[in-house]
């Protein structure tokens, strides 16, 4: 769960996406984050930056980590 403005966001992402030592979500500038989500892409320095609020799962199979629809 992160935090944007004065929303809170929750979702899945790449473990690699998230710096522990400052408690950040790292989030691409673009349309529809999918494709960077399934390579697991790098962040880059251009990438948006916010504040976790908390880690509910971590989880190296991605089958664990979806957000139950039901």
Do not use: Y
């Not at 989030?27 to 390579?39: F, G, R, T």
């Not at 948006?48 to 979806?66: A, D, H, L, M, V």
Request: aromatic share 10%; hydrophobic share 35%; with cysteine.
């Amino acid at each position: 769960m992160w935090k944007e403005g004065k929303h809170e966001e929750e979702g899945v992402v790449p473990t690699n996406w998230i710096d522990d030592d400052c408690n950040i979500l790292c989030w691409p500038k673009v349309s529809n984050a999918e494709k960077l989500l399934k390579q697991r892409a790098e962040p880059r320095a251009s990438w948006w930056r916010f504040p976790i609020i908390n880690i509910k799962f971590t989880s190296g199979k991605t089958n664990e980590c979806c957000i139950n629809k039901n």
